[in-house]
């Protein structure tokens, strides 16, 4: 079967079976057809966390790439079933750029049968949110939020009928998005129902109306803990008899096999497509009797040509935007040889004030501070028209922006390392203007430390954002990997600085304003 299959499958499939059923429409379902101890197959391939990464990063993922994976699963399997856990939005300037159409278009062309709807997906209000449902020809939507009288993305769950067995699937979204999303009077006004009452509704209707063999659930809920209130999918799982699998996103966890709890088997493919996931599942009489797993790295495959020749003119027009003016500067934002790496410099407070204000002022989120690694700013900024261009050689890197908690006392520690790292390490920092300290370099310590104007206190807990390479250790940040309550913006810090440097609304000033003093050292 082509790459195209769902242009003619999906109205053959209807005609014959029925497969995909809105709740409330289908009625007390006939039971499918098989023969008894007859063992079926299913391939189940997921995704989650793509966040616009239509093009590989670090020769990994890749929409072309992953649509040749996705064409020789097809090709050597009859019974495929391709979903994706949500957050397709919000990543790479080429996705943001064109509002994520490159992303739907390439999932079309794989045959993408539903996604869940992330939080990022309705991050940019109704009218993105709608335009993307209408581009896409499969289901994007959640059973557990509410748009007026209609489940978001019009259906509480799917169901597909296989030669053999019936699958149903229900979506959920984690109500965090209402903190976290951002969408402004469209998120506000959606309802959110408990991750968990709403699984067990599907679950029932599934089960019972729908008479499905198998249900999984396509969660865009996570498995780390981000809030005691939260509902993880673990959590989910305990709860909820009934889960077969379930498909997971939201964290960006990495799995090597999946986890199981109680009945329940759960999955998830780290992130940005470069892990496509592959269950190869053996059902028999209606249960599942096999279930074999791996996480695919799309890496070495050759690009889908179909593919890649829709992605190309989005890819031209985003190379030709790296020339579009998105700031003026005063003067230059000097660098210097690496200055970033050595002292207090104002491309580094222009960089780590940016990443603070999109926090605050644009996910309405409190944090104390935020910081970035020196070695994470490679270039100056021209005095003049600053183009989109230039912001990406100074942050040519693809950081994510994170969020995450300390307590005061592991920021002590925090800070203690850092009086260790030498000047001219990539790890020397850059911080945001709530936070002043003096570097006394002979002395080998941090002193006057305050954050918000006020001592350190041990107790207290703090929040503050950097990227997402500090957090997993690098630079020798060991004491950021015990960081907790992680929330991943998605952004790119360059479409972050850009954003900041926009909202100006006139000449940028390159300034500092002691907030790092330096003691000794190379100044």
Known sequence: MTIFR??????????LTGAFLLAGCAGTARPVQREAGRSYELVLLHTNDHHGTVLPANSR??????ATFVEQVRAAHSNVLLLDAGDMNTGTALSNMFAAEPDILAYNMMGYDAMAVGNHDVSYGRERFEMQQALADFPIFASNVMDGRNFLGGRQYLVQDFDGFRVGIFALTTIRTREIAGGGTFVAGLNFMREIEAARSAVDLLRNRERVDIVIA??????????????????????VPGIDIIVDGHSHTRMAQPLRVGDTLIVSAHE????????????????????????????????????????APFVAGAEAALSEVV????????FGNRLPRYQETAIGNLVSDGLAWFIRDVFNQSIDFAFTNGGNIRAPLPAGNMTRGDILTVLPFENFLYVVSLTGAEIIELFDFIATIPQGAGGFPQFSADVRYTLNIPEGRI????????????SRTYRFATNDFLLSGGDGYVALTRSTEPFSTSMLFSDVVIDYIQSMGGPVVPATDGRMVVIGGAQ
């Open 6 to 15: 769902k242009l003619i499958a999906p109205l053959i499939a209807a005609a």
């Open 61 to 66: 993922g890749g929409l072309a790439e992953r």
């Open 218 to 239: 396509l969660t865009h809920i996570g498995d780390v803990r981000e809030s005691d209130a939260q509902v993880r999918s673990p959590d989910l799982a305990a709860a």
């Open 327 to 334: 700031g003026y500067a005063a003067s230059e934002f000097y």
């Open 272 to 311: 940005r497509g470069g892990i496509v996931g592959k269950a190869v599942i053996s059902i028999v009489d209606g249960a599942i009797a096999g279930f074999d797993w791996e996480p695919v790295e799309i890496v070495g495959f050759a690009p889908q040509p179909q593919v890649a020749s829709m992605l």
């Open 447 to 458: 002193e006057g430390l305050t954050i918000g104007d006020a001592p350190v206190d041990p």
